[in-house]
């Protein structure tokens, strides 16, 4: 079966100061990819990142970054210098040849001035 | 980047009234569409995948005649929820994927927020 286990529920820091969003995934294939989704107070969900198994690069992308680890099954999220616009709930999600979207319980992430 | 609209964002209505919801993607032709459900604080609840041309599959215990899935085109997914009641009143959100399968990332509509009196 799969899973994602975002094991914190809700995360309070004050601005710019880093912060880290946990994931872990459950699969027993070996082609999957991972994602990240950005749910702010409006709905949306925004794309942030993906990756497959197979790539385990690291990967930065401004102050995001994501490290991703097969032998613990973790795809963590990094935000650095955290700003009120980062305050959003975070979904890790898990994508297997079903097709489907496995998505974590989600992390909310509360910036404060 | 691939753009996905969802239309009405927000829906007030009486209770027994059916409800339709669109969803466009409008700059990439996606053969596959999701519908999901959210509840307050919760995460996203996949209620069925549909592809252009056929049947909606639908995820255990989600009523197939309760919510209708149509998708008739490559750019366009409509999900009705028949006879509504306060029950489900929710937030229905929408995802589109382009071509190929698994890998490729699903875009989100911005969500319709339905509330059943």
């Known amino acids: 079966a799969q899973k994602v286990t975002q094991a914190q529920t809700e995360i309070s820091v004050v601005e710019k100061e880093d912060v880290t969003l946990d994931c872990v995934y459950e699969t027993r294939d070996t082609t999957y990819y991972l994602f990240w989704y950005k749910q702010p107070p409006s709905g949306e969900l925004v794309f942030l990142i993906r990756?497959?198994?197979?790539?385990?690069q690291n990967e930065i992308s401004g102050r995001y970054s994501w490290n991703f680890q097969k032998s613990t099954s973790s795809f963590n999220f990094t935000i650095t210098a955290s700003q009120v616009v980062d305050s959003a709930v975070y979904f890790c999600?898990?994508?297997?040849?079903?097709?489907?979207?496995?998505f974590g319980q989600g992390t909310t992430l509360q910036v404060k001035p | 980047g691939a753009v996905v609209s969802q239309h009405p964002s927000r829906v007030i209505c009486k209770s027994g009234t059916s409800v339709k919801i669109e969803c466009r993607s409008l700059d990439f032709q996606a053969t596959t569409m999701f519908w999901y459900r959210q509840f307050p604080k919760q995460s996203l609840m996949l209620m069925a995948t549909s592809n252009e041309g056929s049947k909606a599959t639908y995820e255990q215990g989600v009523e197939k005649d309760k919510f209708l899935i149509n998708h008739a085109s490559l750019t366009l997914s409509t999900l009705t929820v028949t006879s509504a009641h306060p029950e489900d009143s929710s937030f229905y959100i929408c995802?589109?994927?382009?071509?190929?399968?698994?890998?490729?990332?699903?875009?989100f509509g911005d969500g319709t927020r339905l509330s059943i009196l």
């Open positions: 999600a898990l994508s297997v040849n079903t097709g489907k979207l496995i």
């Open positions: 990756r497959n198994s197979f790539d385990e």
């Open positions: 995802s589109a994927r382009e071509w190929g399968s698994f890998n490729q990332p699903q875009h």
